[in-house]
């Protein structure tokens, strides 16, 4: 997030200048051609916090194994988070054959919307983090 204090800059005639003051509010004057406009207040943007969390490492590893168990790869496969499931050859049948396995592993169901959103070994993990956190 940007934030201005106490500058100012100018476009072709137009002139504006920010100081933020201790509520967090912005006040502004505009001057257009010599014309000074009356100071506006303006709200910032509500701040945002966001926490992205991976899934752990030993659930990515689980979601490998049965990946590569529905697929039936050989053990020398390489299967990790970044793995897409197309990538390893499975199509949209495959795709619902690991979902119900994973349903089956980590005793949760996942809802059609969400399984759709599944296209990698990290995107199944982290669903299954999420979902297993609301189980409790």
């Known amino acids: 997030m940007a934030s201005v204090t106490?500058?100012?800059?100018?476009?072709?005639s137009?002139?504006?200048?920010?100081?933020?003051?201790?509520?967090?509010l912005k006040t502004s004057s505009l001057s257009i051609k010599g014309i000074s406009f009356p100071s506006l207040r303006l709200k910032p943007a509500t701040r945002r916090f966001s926490i992205n969390?991976?899934?752990?490492?030993?659930?990515?590893?689980?979601?490998?194994?049965?990946?590569?168990?529905?697929?039936?790869?050989?053990?020398?496969?390489?299967?990790?988070?970044?793995?897409?499931?197309?990538?390893l050859g499975a199509d949209s049948l495959d795709t619902v054959e690991i979902v119900m396995g994973l349903e089956e592993a980590f005793g949760i169901t996942v809802e059609e919307e969400n399984a759709q959103t599944i296209a990698t070994v990290q995107d199944a993990a982290d669903l299954i983090e999420e979902l297993v956190s609301k189980k409790c």
């Open 6 to 12: 106490g500058s100012s800059f100018a476009i072709s």
């Open 53 to 87: 969390c991976a899934a752990k490492p030993e659930t990515v590893d689980k979601v490998c194994e049965i990946v590569k168990k529905q697929l039936a790869l050989p053990g020398d496969s390489v299967v990790n988070g970044e793995s897409k499931f197309t990538a």
């Open 14 to 24: 137009l002139s504006c200048s920010f100081k933020q003051n201790k509520a967090y």
